[in-house]
């Protein structure tokens, strides 16, 4: 009875203290108020943390933080600047998208957002399809400096509106684009617009933002540009299109002529994003560049489909504070690539132009391009051509004379020279030796004719880089040829032939025959004197043969793209030449005279030079060696 007691007492006990906590969790129980008022408090710790935890943390702003479509009230206001610091002040100022500016050579328009060029239109040229030239136009550049703030944000000019005002100041026209912090506080680009001038004078500075900068982080002038299609071919314009720059003063040197590269380079005076016939500069006036990085890109894979823009180019370059603001004076040029233009700005951005380097590029400047600019003055640009050609052939008639000389004495010496051959067929270094001896004799060494022939090289080559990078012939006429400066075009075809293209340009055509000619009078001449192939040399009679026919197909093929301009001077030299060598060859040379004063000559003691003493004594120690070795055998 007394247990079973105990178990009722014990559950009435389990009752009754459940029953406490219960009522004890019944009376803690906060009420609705009471709930609300503790969500509030938990809500307001957690923004307390978070507000806490992005003190330390890069501000992240969108493109809506930078839209100012509407008057911003006190709330909005200071949300805005909370995500962009002082420089939402800029955002809530009112204005027009663009500036429109224009002066004797620009047709120019300012973008308000970022205070950059949006469009350049140079006034007095068009392209090869008769439209205006764009050199910045539907964002192909863009002109953007990064910089960070004392409230730990890093920004963009790119994203913010700038305030532009336009003034005059004597005859210039001055821009002013200010990104403001305040009415007296602001970052300005200002542009300075001369008269009928290309260069424009462009400064970056800023007042009253030395509390806002942060000096710590570096500043960056990022400029970037897309080449934009100027000419008939594309491939034939990006092969002319290179970032070109000048660094330790007086250094020229560009970046990759059709692949990708880039460059970090110290010290750099101007840097240019060079197209074939304009280009833009950049230039630091007041000091160089301390440190540019650069890249190009090629942007022409297949012409077919990349046909709007030849080549990308990129240049990140540091700008130094000073007294926590910055100023920098700077010059940017959009214009011609014409020597005569660019000279006027005593920076040598000339320089930029590919005249060719060394002695080629000096014969260029010194000699072709004053001669060509006095002769275009007073006559048309195809006769011209013609005329600097015919004057260029008469200058080195003495080469062409030279080697007819030289040929002929080879001519009058083959009797004798095929007789040593002959006599000493079983011994090639004997012949070789005699055949020196003789030729040093008669005063015909062959050299005497390769040597002048070799001084034309230089004048080759620099008119080969002359004609495609002459500004003067950009569509200038002559005959048949629309454009003196791109490919002449006599029939389009239906399709693409590799190397060559789709069309069919006279000129390199008439270019390929007075080659041919020409190479088939000189050298089926030297192959008949040369004698048969010596032991374990090359057969040059064959090579030359074979290069009668390769010269032309040559000039045929690659010259189709190429300035019909380079192409008429090469017809004309070559049909110049077959005349010289014919009045030489007939009028000039007497084969009779030549023979009596090589008599006179052979009658003579001649004295052998170092060069022709050396190597008759290494002749003769090959000789001793080879007899050597053959009694050896017998023994």
């Known amino acids: ?59 992240v702003t969108t493109e809506e933080d930078y839209s100012n479509t509407k008057v911003l009230d006190s709330t909005e206001r200071v ?63 863009n002109f953007n400096i990064t910089f960070g703030t004392s409230d730990n944000r890093t920004l963009n000019t790119q994203d913010f509106p ?82 070109t720059y000048m660094h330790d003063k007086d250094r020229v040197e560009k970046l990759s002529q059709m692949g990708d590269d880039e460059e970090t380079v110290q010290d750099i005076e101007w840097l240019s994003y060079r197209q074939h016939f304009f280009s833009s500069i950049l230039v630091a006036n007041d000091s160089p560049f301390s440190k540019v990085d650069m890249t190009s890109k090629n942007l022409v894979e297949d012409e ?25 004076n700077l010059g940017l040029y959009y214009g011609p690539t014409d020597a005569k233009i660019l000279k006027t700005y005593d920076k040598d951005l000339e320089e930029s132009i590919p005249f060719g380097w060394g002695i080629f590029g000096w014969i260029n400047k010194a000699l072709f391009i004053p001669l060509f600019a006095f002769l275009s003055g007073f006559l048309p640009y195809g006769i011209a051509i013609i005329v600097m050609t015919v004057l260029v052939k008469i200058m080195l008639s003495f080469v062409q004379y030279k080697q007819f000389l030289s040929q002929a004495k080879m001519k009058i010496l083959k009797p004798e020279l095929d007789a040593i051959r002959a006599k000493y067929k ?31 090289i230089p004048v080759f080559y620099a008119l080969f880089m002359f004609f495609p990078t002459a500004f003067d012939l950009r569509q200038k006429s002559f005959l048949w040829v629309d454009d003196l400066s791109s490919y002449d075009s006599i029939a389009e075809l239906p399709f693409s032939i590799p190397f060559y293209g789709d069309h069919v340009a006279l ?3 008439l270019a390929a025959i007075a080659i041919f000619f020409y190479m088939k009078m000189t050298t089926g001449q030297q192959t008949a004197m040369q004698g048969p192939p010596q032991e374990g040399m090359p057969d040059m009679g064959k090579m030359m043969k074979y290069m009668i026919y390769f010269s032309p197909l040559l000039m045929l093929v690659f010259f189709n793209n190429y300035a019909s301009g380079l192409s008429l001077y090469y017809f004309i030299s070559n049909l110049i030449s077959i005349g010289i060598m014919i009045v030489i060859k007939n009028y000039i040379i007497d084969e009779d005279k030549v023979l009596a004063k090589i008599e006179v000559s052979k009658s003579k003691p001649k004295k052998q030079n170092k060069f022709q003493r050396k190597m008759a004594e290494m002749m003769e120690q090959a000789e001793q060696q080879k007899q050597m070795q053959q009694k050896r055998k017998k023994k």
């Open 304 to 328: 077919e489909v990349d046909s709007l823009f030849t080549k990308l180019y990129t240049s990140k370059i540091p700008l130094a504070f000073s007294g926590g603001e910055v100023n920098k």
């Open 507 to 509: 000129f390199p055509i």
């Open 1 to 59: 009875m007394e247990e079973k007691k105990l178990d009722i007492n014990s559950i009435i006990g389990f009752i009754l203290i459940f029953g406490i906590l219960v009522y004890m969790m019944y009376q803690n129980t906060p009420t609705p108020e009471e709930v609300e008022a503790q969500k509030k408090a938990e809500q307001e710790q957690v923004e307390a943390e978070q507000k806490s935890s992005k003190q330390n943390e890069a501000v």
């Open 162 to 243: 700038f305030q532009p005002t336009v003034s005059k100041s004597g005859e210039n026209t001055v821009v002013s684009m200010k990104l403001k912090v305040s009415d007296s506080d602001f970052l300005e680009y200002r542009y300075e617009l001369k008269p009928n001038d290309y260069m424009i004078d462009f400064s970056i500075r800023s007042q009253g933002l030395s509390g806002v900068f942060n000096t710590s982080q570096p500043i960056n002038l990022d400029w970037r540009q897309k080449g934009m299609r100027h000419a008939k071919s594309i491939s034939y314009e990006n092969r002319y299109t290179r970032l």
């Open 426 to 456: 079983d011994n090639k270094l004997k012949a070789q030796q005699e055949t020196m001896a003789l030729q040093n004799k008669a005063g015909a060494s062959p050299l005497s004719g390769c040597l002048p022939g070799l001084m034309q």
């Open 79 to 141: 949300a805005l600047q909370s995500k962009v610091g002082s420089f939402a002040y800029a955002l809530e100022l009112q204005g027009e998208d663009q500036t429109t500016v224009e002066t004797d050579v620009f047709e120019l328009k300012f973008d308000r957002k970022g205070g950059q060029l949006a469009q350049v239109k140079l006034k007095k040229f068009v392209d090869y399809d008769s439209l205006p030239i764009y050199m910045v136009k539907d964002k192909n550049s």
